[in-house]
C-alpha cells in the first residue's frame, strides 16, 4: 500500500500474552528509583477481573518521566515491569514523576495478560487535577484514574478490567 | 524525530471478546475504551535495552545439550510503518518445548519436560532490524477447560518500537498447520491478510536447520512537519 509515495506497512496484529510469560522477564526490573534522582515512592496495587476475582502473573509495564518531568534522561530509564502474584498484587518503587508541558503528573500503565486479545493502556494520576487525557474520560470515571494516597511516599492503584466501578481504558 | 501514531482498521486486529476464548469475557472492559488526545508522554518512550540485558539468542543447544525437536532458525525482521528497520529494539521471546510444555510452572498439561530446552529468550536487533533466534520447533497443545481447542505450533513475541505506544505483544505461526484454520487466537483477525502476516514463511535451508522468515511491524510513522 502507498500513501504520499512512501510504503505503508499495516502494523502486526496483537495478541494475547498468555498464561505462561516468563517469570524470569518480570524480575528484579520493578525498581525504577535505584541510583535515580529524585523523591523516591512506592506504587502498589491490585489487578482484578469481573467479580474482583484476583489474577495473577498479569504483567504491568510503567513509563513516566523524571522527577523534573522530562522524558528523555539518560540516567533514568522511566521504565518497569512487574508481574502479580496469586493475590494480584503488584509493588513499583520509582521516583514521583514531575509534570511534564500541559500534562499533570502521571505514569502510564500498560496491561497485558492471558485472555486479553490486546493490550490495555491506562494512566496513574496524583490528584485530580486539569489534564488532557484526564479529562478525555467522563467526569464520573475520572476518580478511578486517580491513586489513593497512603502516605507521603506510598500509592496504591487497583485496576479493575471489568465489572462495576471498572478501570477506564485508553484507544489510541 | 517526530512520531504519529494512527488509528488501525479494526479488521486488523483482534477485538475485545471471542465466544470460544471464556476469559475475555472477564477481563476485557465492558466500557469502551476512551480516545484520548496523544501528547510527548505517549509519543516518547523508554530506552529498554539499559534495563533488559540479551537473555539466551540460542535455545537449542548442542551436542549432549541439543533440545529434542526439529531445529528452526527464525529470521526476524522488525520495522515500523513506513517499512524503516529498528536496529537496537529489544525483541522477547518464548515458547513451548517439541512436546507442548511451558517452562512456567503454571503449565499444567500432562507433556513432559525437555530438561535441555528452556523457552525464553531476550534479543536486540541488529543494525537491519534483524534478530535471528535457533531453536526447535514447538509443540501443540490443548486449553484446559475448552471443546476441543488446540493451540497450534507458535512464538510469543513482545516488541518495543520507537514510543510507548509502539509496543507489541504478538504470536507468530508456523505455515501449513491444519491446527491455525481453528485456533481462536489466529482467527480473532478478521482480516486474512492480516491473518496471514502472522504465519512465518519456510525459505529454503541446505543447512541442518529450518529457517523461517518473519516481520513485526510496530505502530508509528514518522510525522512529515510540512503536512497537515
Not at chain 1, 496513574?124 to 484526564?134: G, Q
Not at chain 2, 479494526?10 to 476464548?21: D, R
Request: charged share 25%.
Amino acid at each position: 500500500m502507498t500513501r504520499r509515495g512512501v510504503s505503508h506497512l499495516v502494523p502486526t496484529a496483537e495478541m494475547t500474552l498468555g498464561p505462561f510469560f516468563p517469570r524470569e522477564f518480570a524480575e528484579g526490573v520493578n525498581d525504577l528509583a535505584k541510583g535515580a534522582q529524585g523523591e523516591a515512592i512506592e506504587i502498589t496495587g491490585r489487578v482484578v477481573e469481573l467479580d474482583g476475582r484476583p489474577l495473577d502473573n498479569l504483567v504491568l509495564e510503567i513509563w513516566q518521566a523524571d522527577g523534573a518531568g522530562r522524558l528523555d534522561n539518560p540516567d533514568f530509564s522511566g521504565w518497569g515491569r512487574a508481574a502479580t502474584d496469586a493475590q494480584g498484587s503488584y509493588r513499583f518503587r520509582t521516583i514521583r514523576p514531575g509534570a511534564i508541558a500541559g500534562r499533570a503528573p502521571h505514569i502510564n500503565f500498560l496491561v497485558l495478560y492471558s485472555g486479553l486479545m490486546r493490550q490495555l493502556q491506562t494512566v496513574m494520576f496524583f490528584d485530580s487535577s486539569d489534564d488532557p487525557v484526564l479529562h478525555s474520560v467522563e467526569q464520573a470515571r475520572r476518580s478511578r484514574l486517580v491513586a489513593v494516597r497512603i502516605n507521603a511516599n506510598s500509592y496504591r492503584f487497583d485496576i479493575r478490567l471489568r465489572g462495576g466501578d471498572e478501570t477506564p481504558f485508553f484507544d489510541d | 524525530m517526530a512520531i504519529r501514531i494512527e488509528r488501525r482498521a479494526a479488521a486488523t486486529q483482534a477485538q475485545g471478546i471471542e465466544p470460544g476464548y471464556a476469559q475475555t469475557a472477564r477481563r476485557w472492559p465492558s466500557q469502551p475504551l476512551v480516545l484520548r488526545p496523544h501528547t510527548p508522554s505517549e509519543l516518547s518512550g523508554p530506552q529498554v535495552q539499559r534495563c533488559l540485558p540479551e537473555i539466551r539468542g540460542d535455545l537449542a543447544g548442542y551436542g549432549e545439550r541439543r533440545a529434542l525437536g526439529q531445529l528452526i532458525r527464525l529470521r526476524v525482521r522488525v520495522a515500523d510503518e513506513d517499512g524503516a528497520p529498528l536496529p537496537g529494539t529489544v525483541v522477547e521471546a518464548w515458547h513451548c518445548n517439541a512436546a507442548g510444555k511451558y517452562i512456567h510452572p503454571n503449565d499444567s498439561h500432562d507433556a513432559p519436560v525437555d530438561p535441555n530446552f528452556y523457552g525464553a529468550a531476550r534479543l536486540v536487533a541488529g543494525e537491519n532490524g534483524l534478530v535471528e533466534l535457533r531453536t526447535i520447533k514447538p509443540g501443540a497443545y490443548p486449553v484446559p477447560d475448552t471443546d476441543g481447542w488446540w493451540r497450534p505450533p507458535h512464538v510469543h513475541f513482545s516488541v518495543w518500537g520507537r514510543v510507548w505506544l509502539s509496543r507489541l505483544v504478538t504470536q507468530m505461526f508456523f505455515p501449513g498447520d491444519p491446527l491455525n484454520d481453528a485456533d481462536v487466537i489466529l482467527n480473532a483477525i478478521r482480516d486474512p491478510e492480516a491473518r496471514g502476516r502472522c504465519i512465518a514463511r519456510l525459505v529454503p535451508s541446505k543447512t541442518s536447520e529450518l529457517i523461517y522468515e518473519y516481520q513485526l511491524v510496530v505502530r508509528g510513522r514518522k510525522a512529515s512537519p510540512g503536512l497537515p
